[in-house]
């Protein structure tokens, strides 16, 4: 499947959120700007190899870096739950290109747009739901959008600097370990809403 050459994977999603590896700046389509307070969140169901009702928070940033001397732009809507100390989910629903330092990508306006899987896309938004088992983030399994096929719909209903509103659907794909008969893979369905402000660092 296509989501084998995902460009940033999870763990460097939570790492470059968390401030690691580059430079980066909170930002909207028109440059740099100061982080939004308020109510913010994300609300999904899932159906499939995971099942069930989802709630969390949500916000939206924008990221530039610069990974082994290739400067690139990355903007995305993050959403998670937790706050009371047990977390199941993580959503990360993002475009991300490397051509021309990055250029193109910022806070998408109002519209509907792919979920998949395209590099160097400033149209194409590629999802990756996390499910969190009871072990913990060691316990969770991966659920990525494809490049074969486009594989849902990001709707942006509201788009300013201080809040993007707007709906998803999308089927997303796992694999398990391979064996000698091929590899398995799981799919699972999400559809959900969200009203996301703008991430404060």
């Known amino acids: 499947m296509g989501h084998k050459t995902l460009v940033v994977p999870f763990l460097l999603i939570m790492l470059t959120a968390a401030g690691c590896g580059g430079s980066s700046s909170s930002s909207n389509n028109d440059g740099p700007g100061g982080g939004s307070g308020g109510e913010e969140g994300v609300t999904f169901t899932a159906s499939g190899a995971v099942t069930g009702q989802f709630n969390g ?38 475009i991300e290109s490397l051509d021309n330092g990055g250029a193109g990508i910022g806070r998408p306006p109002v519209g509907s747009y792919d979920i998949g899987f395209e590099i160097n896309s400033t149209e194409v938004f590629t999802t990756i739901f996390t499910h969190i088992g009871a072990g913990g983030v060691v316990n969770s399994t991966e659920y990525v959008s494809d490049s074969d096929t486009w594989t849902g719909t990001l ?39 969200f009203t996301a402000h703008e991430r404060v660092f």
């Open 57 to 94: 928070m949500m916000d939206f940033h924008y990221m530039d870096f610069d990974d082994f001397g290739v400067d690139g732009a990355r903007w995305e809507l993050s959403g998670n739950d937790g706050s009371g100390g047990s977390q199941s989910f993580s959503l990360v629903i993002a």
């Open 155 to 193: 709707t942006i209903t509201e788009s300013s600097s201080n809040v993007v509103k707007g709906t998803f659907s999308a089927n997303l794909f796992s694999e398990d370990f391979c064996t000698a008969e091929g590899c398995v893979g799981d799919s699972v369905n999400i559809n959900g809403e």
